[in-house]
């Protein structure tokens, strides 16, 4: 069974830009979490998403949005882009909304220059 | 504000060695509590430990989770240097809440 895939792996964009990161779940699972993580801050979540609506949202700006597609396929957005939004972002999924395990893909690794 | 604090924050020990590692948690809604391995790439899922199973076993590896006193511990027997990595404990409900992790440096 395929894991959680993320696209792409590695991006390099600069300041005021801004950035797509797609998510495909395992095949079966509905929900779609994503996170931020940081050396500084560690793993901090930022929202899931489970039927095309977001479900729940962590403490991050508006700059930050994501959408799932009607077959759970994820992506998120990140708008005017800052220097502190490097970061490793990673997806997770897993069976339903709140459900867990999530299990996690490799991530996107986000360098702002 | 839901909290997970993990601790020691890092340590090195040699091949053969048990190691412990703590988790201590606040959050409003507990669910469950889970353990995730990171090396280089994605955390990967170890244990999950809920009011109905608070003891998980796999190999070398084993985890408890205390209820009372809002806590989880993670036991590594003879420990190998793949077992070099972060660990991560998450607590919560609908969303979990990653603590900053336990990086672990086995030499040999």
């Known amino acids: 069974k395929a894991g959680v895939t993320q696209t792409p792996r590695y991006l390099i964009k600069t300041r005021g830009q801004q950035v797509t990161l797609s998510c495909s779940p395992i095949?079966?699972?509905?929900?779609v979490s994503w996170y931020q993580q940081t050396p500084g801050q560690g793993l901090q979540f930022l929202f899931e998403y489970f039927s095309e609506t977001q479900r729940n949202k962590g403490n991050f700006p508006g700059r930050f949005s994501g959408r799932q597609f009607s077959n759970s396929r994820s992506e998120m957005n990140v708008s005017t882009l800052e220097l502190g939004d490097s970061a490793l972002y990673l997806c997770a999924s897993s069976l339903g909304w709140g459900r867990q395990p999530q299990h996690f893909g490799d991530g996107t690794r986000l360098s702002i220059l | 504000e839901d909290k997970v604090v993990q601790s020691p924050l890092s340590l090195v020990v040699h091949e053969g060695d048990t190691v412990t590692l703590n988790c201590s948690y606040e959050v409003t809604n507990f669910r469950s509590l889970l353990w995730y391995k990171q090396e280089k790439k994605a955390p990967t899922f170890l244990f999950m430990l809920t009011s109905s199973g608070i003891e998980k076993k796999s190999g070398r590896l084993s985890s408890i989770l205390d209820k009372k006193e809002l806590s989880s511990i993670l036991n590594i027997t003879a420990t190998q240097t793949g077992d070099s990595a972060i660990y991560l404990c998450?607590?919560?409900?609908?969303?979990?809440?990653f603590g900053a992790g336990t990086i672990l440096r086995v030499k040999s």
């Open positions: 095949s079966g699972h509905r929900s």
């Open positions: 998450a607590v919560g409900g609908n969303k979990l809440v």
